[in-house]
Nanobody
Framework: QVQLEESGGGLVQAGKSLRLSCAAS????????MGWYRQAPGKQRELVAT???????NYADSVKGRFTISRDNSKNAIYLQMNSLKPEDTAIYYC???????????????????WGQGTQVTVSS
């Protein structure tokens, strides 16, 4: 079964760095678009950064210049390097991936969006 496995979350002080990792397992198919989203307490989920399978990136204004998203297509993995962390970056971070449609053993599987379980990032002042 296809899953997204996340790691790298934790508790750090303002100004420090964290690196999040997310890898898709249970599939031999390359993911299409992948990205990171976050949800802070009492707020709506928001897009943090996305990256296409071709390497094009997009960032939320609040993280531009501080966060960097990258991917390794051979591993179906993405990473988020977070520098100069601020208390307002505190949130649950979710990995997202678009799995392409497939045909296995005479059965069709439609394209679907995958989500990780979320990893907590807490930045103290």
């Amino acid at each position: 079964q296809v899953q997204l496995e996340e790691s790298g979350g934790g508790l750090v002080q303002a100004g420090k760095s964290l690196r999040l990792s997310c890898a898709a397992s249970g599939t031999s198919f390359r993911m299409n678009g992948m990205g990171w989203y976050r949800q802070a307490p009492g707020k709506q989920r928001e897009l943090v950064a996305t990256i296409t399978d071709g390497g094009s990136t997009n960032y939320a204004d609040s993280v531009k210049g501080r966060f960097t998203i990258s991917r390794d297509n051979s591993k179906n993995a993405i990473y988020l390097q977070m520098n100069s962390l601020k208390p307002e970056d505190t949130a649950i971070y979710y990995c997202n991936a678009d799995h392409p449609p497939t045909w296995i053993n005479g059965r069709a599987y439609p394209a679907r969006t995958l989500w990780g379980q979320g990893t907590q990032v807490t930045v103290s002042s």
